[in-house]
Nanobody, 119 residues
Framework: QVQLVESGGGLVQAGGSLKLSCAAS????????MGWYRQAPGKQRELVAS???????QYADSVKGRATVSRDNAKNTIYLQMNSLKPEDTAVYYC?????????????WGQGTQVTVSS
């Protein structure tokens, strides 16, 4: 069974940077997109950044200019580089791999990594 393993979270000061990684334990056939979501206490899970199989990227307005999503296909890994961190970025971050095929969609989720930004 494929699992997504996240790393890179932690406690940082406002204005600092970090890089999250998410590695799949095996290749997943038919991935259409990969991305990062986050969920703060009392809030809904929201999309932070995504990258399609073709390399197109999208970012939430709140992180545009501060976040970069990238991938390493050979390592089945995606990354999220975040700079100029703000306390509002504090959340649990989840990676997602979305598989698309003729029969439908299937999502794979990491277990989450905590990012805490102090003021």
């Amino acid at each position: 069974q494929v699992q997504l393993v996240e790393s890179g979270g932690g406690l940082v000061q406002a204005g600092g940077s970090l890089k999250l990684s998410c590695a799949a334990s095996a290749s997943i056939f038919g991935i259409a997109a990969m991305g990062w979501y986050r969920q703060a206490p009392g809030k809904q899970r929201e999309l932070v950044a995504s990258i399609t199989s073709g390399g197109s990227t999208q970012y939430a307005d709140s992180v545009k200019g501060r976040a970069t999503v990238s991938r390493d296909n050979a390592k089945n890994t995606i990354y999220l580089q975040m700079n100029s961190l703000k306390p509002e970025d504090t959340a649990v971050y989840y990676c997602n791999f979305r598989r698309s095929w003729v029969a439908g969609l299937q999502d794979y989720w990491g277990q989450g990594t905590q990012v805490t930004v102090s003021s």
